[in-house]
């Protein structure tokens, strides 16, 4: 399976500031998709923003942006004027396809915490 | 829009006990996960369907077993409940091939004692 890795256990940011959340990840194939997912205390789910590796340009969703390095094999979240809804934890993840079909694979996640 | 629905939301088993946790989806998704949850570990794939009456393992599938009934039910028991198989257990679907994005379920929080 593909390795995703988050080295940033835990990440602060004061309100207003910006943050960057780093993940970077191994594989072999050429076409593939990134994912930032947010996980708040509710434990819900929620799909933050996603990258094809195909595309050059960095995704971007309102504050949220990626910085995306194909070569690198990197892939970092950055969240301008932050907001304490942001507070959450943060989980990259790769989308692999295999003969058995797609499958989504996480890191270990990066917990924000926003202060005012 | 219910989306992806698991239940229970909680359970409390003894070890030795077996139980199963269900999980439907009303979004006509071909592809169905299992992920479990804990602290420091992120998710990690349990098993996954592809398509309707194909199963697979993932990352961690020792301990469990899974059924795709249908295109909408995804199953996931424990024959033989462990503590260390407490855990917070989610179920996903997709369709990739469609829509880049999984839903996921609110999550099911097993303690084995």
């Known amino acids: 399976a593909q390795t995703v890795t988050q080295s940033q256990p835990e990440m602060s940011v004061q309100e207003a500031e910006t943050v960057t959340l780093s993940c970077t990840y191994d594989t072999s194939e050429s076409d593939y998709y990134l994912f930032w997912y947010k996980q708040p205390p509710s434990r819900q789910m929620i799909l933050v923003i996603r990258?094809?590796?195909?595309?050059?340009q960095n995704a971007t969703e309102n504050r949220f942006s990626v910085n995306f390095q194909k070569a690198a094999k990197s892939f970092s979240l950055k969240i301008s004027d932050s907001q304490l809804g942001d507070a959450a934890m943060y989980f990259c993840?790769?989308?692999?396809?295999?003969?058995?079909?797609?499958?989504?694979?996480f890191g270990k996640g990066t917990s924000l915490l926003v202060t005012p | 829009n219910a989306g992806v629905t698991q239940t229970p939301k909680f359970q409390v088993l003894k070890t030795g006990q077996s139980m199963t946790l269900q999980c439907a989806q009303d979004m006509n998704h071909n592809s169905m996960y299992w992920y479990r949850q804990d602290p420091g570990m992120g998710l990690r794939l349990i098993y996954y369907?592809?398509?309707?009456?194909?199963?697979d393992k993932g990352e961690v599938p020792n301990g469990y077993n899974v059924s795709r009934l249908n295109k909408r039910e995804f199953s996931l028991r424990l024959e033989s409940a462990a503590p260390s198989q407490t855990s917070v257990y989610f179920c996903?679907?997709?369709?990739?091939?469609?829509?880049?994005?999984?839903?996921f379920g609110q999550g099911t929080r097993l303690t084995v004692v």
């Open positions: 993840a790769y989308l692999s396809n295999s003969n058995s079909g797609y499958a989504l694979n």
């Open positions: 990258q094809e590796a195909y595309k050059q």
């Open positions: 369907s592809a398509s309707e009456g194909t199963t």
């Open positions: 996903a679907s997709s369709d990739f091939r469609l829509n880049t994005e999984a839903f």
